[in-house]
């Protein structure tokens, strides 16, 4: 390894070149990182400072060459490298259309520092990025037209440096001379000893942080032979890119990571460690080579931006998708990709996919209409993958939904039907959904929900005019409170500012009220000359009828579901007194067992043969009924645990029942805190 201190133009000067590998990130700063970097060469020049630490560009030198250009991988350092290149363009762009300036050579930028002068092909150019970014930055070193429309960080930030050398905050000569005084340290690698990905991994750049699917792609393609680098990266990794929107690239294809992981794994990786649990899964994948990992990816990640951007050739699918989106279900994407890639696969049918995606929709809409805690879902849909029979797919699905019970259940008819006539609807994050579902369902002709506003019926004003208090009655206060918000009393309108307060005849009959309604939530009104208590029940009761159809319960006859529940009822059934207790270790167990199962609603026991678990999706602490004192086992790894008292073993490997690689002993009731110091710590795991 070679370090050296210097600035941008020692380090382009010469004939050498700067190749940017095809595992590395496009061009990725945004104004945020532009500014950052004008403001600090304004600050040094104007504080007349000698210098500013600008951060680090690491490379490896290619094979040296007898003549030609030297050329130098960067594995770490292409956005400041870049951003720099832009603002030197900008200043040559400015010497040249402004000759009157004699105080910057645009030609000694463009010869010494964007072209290697005598040079042609690509080696006339000391930057060459890769992919659309590469094509535009010579267009820019070239000066050429650019296509209009064209989406790049690079245009963007050229012109964001052209517009500030154009309001002369400092002289042309100012800014040249400020750019010098960059301090940049150049590290130059040597293939032969240095490890590359380690030392990528351990930089703490300056710049605009990697994100994980960054991390990935290095992680995936560095290691490769030039060759095999080449073939994945255009066939497979580039086409997986290329289906994720640009502008939020880096966020959704963090999330796919995540969800593919959840989907393999069958649990769900932490936030910000998504890359070191994708490191340990390709490890351990049942893939032999990256060819058939990222073969991988590809269709999954094809499965995944279908949903996630609404594409399908079929219309009713890609209907569904646009439910899946408007109600913000990215918790059952794990479960989700695992249906996509059976229906591909031929396991399943397209209406059995369908009729799935369904039942998604419907288990999340009834669930949030009876307002039941949502904070378990993603650990539903994460583990529901194990309850699939392939010999019996649709129906294993199914029974799973019906036999889901307190916090993961599954609404049935009428549970649903009492919420969603009294459930404030207005309020919800999902309300225009809803109300557009319930105008469109089995319309040939959809009305688009975005053309229309929400209307109450009965107004909110808390002052209702006389009119609204005589057909409302003398309780017309308490009507208004308990129905103000709910389906009974809301509509659609394109004249919502029109109606206003207006009295309920007046809605009727106004150009555009309700009378002239085409909308299907209108059709009840119009047989109307009063809006009251009455009608507003009946009204909402016509209505989820209409949402019982359109958000189906799972069908199942008894027969089919027969076998799930002889299952569960051929399972022994165990209690406390299955274990060898006595009065002492009772009083402890009963002790610990208040402390845990307060630990939240969601929190569920089982007694097991041997041990009794707590969990929420999966066991996060077992306890062993022992003669004197109770052996608690956390599913944590050891090294992952916080152990201030000292009272942790490490059971790795060992023999133990019960899960996890930690066991703790309980011996007197004063123990409490600091056992459930450490339990915490593994219940916090499996909530997150």
């Known amino acids: 390894m070679d370090a050296r201190k210097g600035n941008i133009f020692e380090i382009l000067n010469g004939n050498r070149q700067f190749l940017i ?114 094509d535009i930055l010579i267009r820019l070193v070239e000066s050429k037209l650019i296509p209009d429309g064209t989406k790049s960080r690079l245009i963007d930030n050229y012109k964001f440096f052209s517009g500030k050398i154009a309001d002369r905050d400092l002289r042309p000569a100012e800014i040249y001379e400020s750019i010098g005084k960059l301090q940049i340290v150049n590290i130059t690698l040597d293939r032969t000893v240095d490890d590359a990905q380690a030392i990528f991994e351990s930089l703490n750049s300056t710049g605009k942080e990697l994100s994980e699917s960054d991390l990935i792609r290095n992680y995936v393609l560095m290691g490769l032979a030039p060759s095999e680098q080449t073939y994945v990266y255009e066939h497979l990794w580039r086409p997986m890119e290329q289906l994720f929107v640009y502008e939020t690239q880096d966020s959704i294809m963090d999330s796919f990571f995540r969800h593919y992981l959840t989907m393999k794994l069958v649990r769900i990786p932490k936030q910000g460690r998504v890359y070191e649990e994708f490191k340990l899964y390709h490890l351990n994948c049942e893939f032999g080579t990256i060819r058939e990992l990222c073969q991988d990816l590809l269709n999954y990640a094809k499965f995944y931006t279908d949903i996630v951007f609404k594409r399908s050739n079929r219309a009713e699918r890609k209907r569904l998708y646009e439910d899946i989106v408007d109600l913000r279900m ?17 396991v399943i049918t397209e209406d059995n996919l369908k009729e799935i995606l369904r039942l998604c929709i419907s288990y999340v809409l009834r669930r949030s209409i009876c ?103 003398v309780n017309w206060k308490e009507i208004q409170k308990i129905y103000i918000h709910t389906i009974g009393n809301l509509t659609l309108t394109a004249y919502n500012a029109e109606m206003s307060d207006r009295p309920f005849m007046d809605k009727m009959n106004m150009p555009g009220g309700f009378k002239e309604s085409a909308l299907r939530l209108n059709a009840y009104l119009v047989k109307l000359t009063e809006w009251n208590e009455d009608h507003i029940k009946e009204r909402a009761q016509q209505l989820a009828a209409k949402a019982v159809q359109i958000w189906p319960y799972p069908s199942l006859t008894n027969a089919e579901l027969a076998p799930y529940t002889a299952e569960e009822k051929s399972a022994p059934k165990y209690t406390l007194e299955t274990y060898d207790i006595n009065a002492f270790t009772k009083i402890l167990f009963e002790t610990l067992d208040r402390r845990i199962m307060n630990l939240s609603p969601t929190v569920k026991r089982e007694y097991k043969k041997l041990y009794i678990a707590y969990k929420l999706d999966t066991n996060f602490v077992d306890i062993v009924v022992q003669k004197q004192r109770l052996r608690i086992s956390v599913n944590m790894k050891f090294s992952e645990v916080y152990d201030p008292n000292g009272i942790c073993r490490d059971v790795t490997g060992l023999g133990r029942w019960g899960n996890g690689d930690v066991e703790l002993f309980m011996e007197h009731t004063s123990d409490i805190d600091r056992v459930m110091e450490i339990i915490e710590q593994s219940y916090e795991l499996q909530a997150d």
């Open 21 to 134: 590998p095809v595992y590395q990130r496009y061009y990725s700063w945004d104004l945020e990182q532009c500014r950052r970097l004008w403001n600090d060469i304004v600050d040094m020049q104007k504080e007349n400072k000698a210098g500013h630490f600008v951060g680090s560009i690491v490379n490896i030198a290619e094979q040296a060459m007898p003549t030609g250009v030297q050329k130098y991988m960067i594995i770490d350092g292409q956005q400041r490298m870049t951003t720099l290149t832009l603002l030197l363009l900008s200043l040559r762009d400015y010497a040249i259309q402004h000759p009157e300036d004699t105080t910057i050579n645009s030609r000694r930028i463009d010869n010494m520092l964007l072209k290697n002068e005598y040079e042609a092909g690509d080696e006339r150019y000391k930057l060459l990025l890769t992919e659309t970014d590469r």
């Open 330 to 346: 990215e918790v059952s994407y794990p479960f989700l990709l695992k249906v996509h890639n059976d229906c591909a696969e031929g």
């Open 371 to 473: 307002d039941i805690p949502t904070n378990s879902m993603n650990k539903t849909f994460a583990t529901l993958r194990n309850s699939i029979r392939p010999d019996d797919y649709m129906n294993s699905v199914k029974a799973f939904f019906v036999l889901q019970e307190t916090y993961k259940e599954f609404p049935d008819d009428e549970k649903f039907m009492a919420a969603f006539m009294f459930r404030d609807i207005y309020t919800m994050r999902a309300r225009n959904y809803i109300l557009s579902r319930l105008e469109n369902f089995g319309n040939k002709a959809p009305i688009i929900i975005e053309n229309y506003t929400i209307e109450h019926i009965m107004p909110q004003n808390t002052s209702l005019s006389p009119e609204w208090q005589h057909d409302l009655g």
